[in-house]
């Protein structure tokens, strides 16, 4: 099928791809669904060419931690409209996270997922399973059976994995598949119907609040278990500075521990769910539903403890936790409303805001997106090699866009950055070599 794919050639971006420590200007040829080429003055007499002078060429991005909501709750996302929010947010390959109805906890159930993704879905998806059965905490799921149709990885995530045995013996049985365990850290007996960061601003508010120690003491004894077992566990969604600092000690015990950190807890601090004045035409009401997520978003010294996290390399990469609602699951109390944050089409531009401001340098944040997920993983992707697939993600690193939620292809408007002016645009998305997404205001210019 790929034989039929016209080549395209991408002419003079500036091709970054931090797996070959390539950071030049370059061209880029893609054929038969490889990258056949990179390098100065490339031709192709029959190639499409995508002309990317002032842009950013990289492999397309990886995120190990999202929500396709199907199967059973395609009223909030469905493969379909959430792998063609990841093609414009310039994902190529996705980690679709177990906790659909039913649970992904059987090979069965996994093996028809991959059916419709084969059917339904513009970019690569690789599942990840349930750590237990109906990811009720008790009884593991088989994970040889469940690694042999596909998962890439083991997680109860929506819920902490709270009982200290069976996480222990998950990890021992992740050993014999080779694959990461992926918790969600929260201890439930300090989170409590926690809706917000427990601090001033929860007390000002009148909300209950989620301590950053309630994910801290779970880390503390993943990390315990991991050095026991020797095996790999990967911490979702790091909020806390907490939990940054036992993660970098782990690591520098030579401990198996990963993690990654979310562009929302990167950017956005506690005191936005008081309220916001984005500008004159974008803002956020107090108690507003929008900033409900899960870690929620923490106060200033924990954002700058994650940022320098992420530089360092104690936390390894960025992933979206993508969590699409419908309006319904939002347009209530704040207390009822879901937690979970529409992420796909804006994480580039939360990105590029920490690149414009120089917290973040470029090059580690294409790393985080790119070579470090496929790495720690163990997935395919991540580089612009030849004779790698031709992933491909093109951006424009200056242009300026507001987000728009009513032109979101996920089914979920559920951002608080809806009308907020972001840096840094996807222009162009392939995987395999096939276009995938063109961004609207590339064909009009
Ligand atoms: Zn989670």
Redesign the pocket.
Known sequence: MSKALRPVLIRGGRVIDPAQSLDQVSDVLLHDGLVAAVGPNLNADEAEVVEAAGQIVCPGFIDL?CHLREPGYEAKETIATGTAAAAAGGFTTVCC?PNTLPVLDTAPVLESLTRTVAAQGVVRVHPIAAITRDQAGRELVEMAELNEAGAVGFSD??ACLTDSGVMRRALEYSLLVGRPIIQ?AEDPALSHHGVMHEGPVSARLGLPGWPGMAEEIIVARDIALAKITGAHVHV??VSSAGSVDLIRRAKAQGTHVTAEVTPHHLTLTDDLVAGHWWSATASLPPYDTRTKV??PLRPRADVDALIAGLCDGTIDVIAT?HAPHTIADKECEYDEAAFGISVFETALGSIMSLVQTEQLPLVRAIEALTSGPAQIFGLDGGSLAVGAAADVTIFDPEREWCVDTSRFRSLGRNTPLDGVFLPGQVTHTFVGGKPVYQSATEVVS
Request: hydrophobic letters at 20%.
């Open positions: 931690h996270m995530d929506g969600h979702a969604h899960n870690p936790d």
